[in-house]
């Protein structure tokens, strides 16, 4: 039987590890852990900033193809045979040259060979929008979507209509779904900023970037390099999974972790706690550690699952959005309306 990767993480976060108290899982798990380890453990404040680089893009034109009994993340292009090719080589020729009509035509032939390529009616959907017929072009976009609803382009294509027509609500959602499928595209972080703008929101400046790294000592010490007490409590259970013998199969209980949900969820708990315990001004509190603090507003949400997987898991790996249900997407777009966009002072009007 299989389940949806939602399901799966909603089992995993009710195991034990999320049913044990605070004290319990941070104070007594983290001093026994480093009395009886083998490893060695050291550690180093910094003050350097730790930024992630070339985060990795979706690109478009992808579909999932049945392979088996499983779905293959495929691109269209792989099964384009030379007539189809050729149809689109003398289609785009027919848009440089604003023939827009006889470009219908030929991407219609192209449909003709594959009916369930959703890149050709998004292209066919720019054709009516070029012609400023905006109502059949909404029409294909839709259409691409109902055929493909991992196509990035066609929800933003959607959103841009929806923002003519003063659907705002609409609009934005379109392209909030557009952006969990591709959630490191800063052109569609810009296309969502200016489409939420329209309500009086804006998306908020901050990313996950977990301030600490570990670097293995020649003994097989390891050295927990951090920024601040929080990511100290962080790296160390970052640490204790990787490196610490029997460590993780103590703490899965016998479960799986193959998005590695059950140990991020593990240490943000953890840097959570060091978090909470700080002393000093809230306001400086939020603004060094934004990571942790979006964390516990999420939580306090009901949203912790979606922040996991939107702001961890998936920064590093976005094509998992393409595996997930609509009905699972959505649960992430609202959770991007509830803590990602705030208010802003500027609200758009539509002229």
């Known amino acids: 039987m299989k389940y949806s990767i939602f399901f799966l993480i909603v089992t995993l976060l009710s195991s034990p590890i999320a049913l044990l108290s605070q004290e319990v899982i941070i104070i007594n798990d983290m001093k026994e852990t480093l009395k009886y380890s083998s490893v060695g453990y050291e550690f180093n404040q910094y003050e350097y900033e730790y930024t992630f680089i070339d985060l990795p893009l979706v690109p478009t034109g992808l579909f999932l193809y049945p392979n088996g009994d499983q779905l293959k993340l495929s691109e269209y292009l792989e099964f384009e045979n030379f007539e189809v090719r050729k149809y689109k080589i003398a289609a785009e020729e027919a848009i440089r040259n604003k023939r827009f009509v006889k470009a219908r035509k030929l991407f219609l032939k192209m449909l003709n060979q594959m009916p369930e390529h959703a890149q050709v009616m998004v292209y066919i959907g720019h054709t009516y929008e070029k012609e400023k017929d905006s109502e059949t072009a909404e029409y294909w976009y839709k259409k691409a979507?109902?055929?493909?609803?991992?196509?990035?382009?066609?929800?933003?294509?959607?959103?841009?209509?929806?923002?003519?027509?003063?659907?705002?609500?609409?609009?934005?959602?379109?392209?909030?779904?557009?952006?969990?499928?591709?959630?490191?595209?800063?052109?569609?972080?810009?296309?969502?900023?200016?489409?939420?703008?329209?309500?009086?929101?804006?998306?908020?400046?901050?990313?996950?970037?977990?301030?600490?790294?570990?670097?293995?000592?020649?003994?097989?010490?390891?050295?927990?390099?951090?920024?601040?007490?929080?990511?100290?409590?962080?790296?160390?259970?970052?640490?204790?999974?990787?490196?610490?013998?029997?460590?993780?199969?103590?703490?899965?209980?016998?479960?799986?972790?193959?998005?590695?949900?059950?140990?991020?969820?593990?240490?943000?708990?953890?840097?959570?706690?060091?978090?909470?315990?700080?002393?000093?001004?809230?306001?400086?509190?939020?603004?060094?550690?934004?990571?942790?603090?979006?964390?516990?507003?999420?939580?306090?949400k009901g949203y912790s699952m979606e922040y996991m997987l939107f702001e961890v898991v998936m920064q590093e790996n976005p094509y998992l959005a393409c595996t997930l249900r609509n009905i699972e997407i959505k649960q992430i777009v609202d959770y991007i309306k509830n803590n990602r966009l705030v208010d802003t002072e500027v609200k758009y009007k539509k002229i």
Not at 260 to 268: A, F, H, N, S, V
């Open 145 to 300: 979507i109902d055929t493909n609803p991992i196509n990035i382009v066609a929800y933003r294509a959607l959103a841009e209509i929806q923002v003519g027509k003063g659907e705002f609500d609409l609009a934005l959602e379109s392209i909030l779904t557009a952006l969990v499928l591709n959630r490191n595209d800063p052109d569609l972080i810009q296309v969502a900023n200016r489409i939420a703008r329209f309500q009086g929101k804006q998306f908020s400046n901050w990313d996950f970037s977990p301030q600490y790294q570990l670097v293995r000592g020649e003994g097989g010490s390891i050295k927990v390099e951090y920024n601040g007490s929080p990511w100290k409590y962080y790296g160390l259970s970052k640490a204790f999974w990787a490196y610490e013998p029997g460590y993780k199969e103590v703490r899965l209980a016998g479960g799986f972790d193959e998005l590695d949900i059950l140990e991020e969820q593990d240490c943000m708990e953890r840097a959570l706690y060091a978090y909470e315990n700080l002393l000093g001004d809230d306001a400086l509190k939020q603004s060094t550690f934004p990571e942790i603090h979006h964390y516990n507003n999420a939580k306090q």
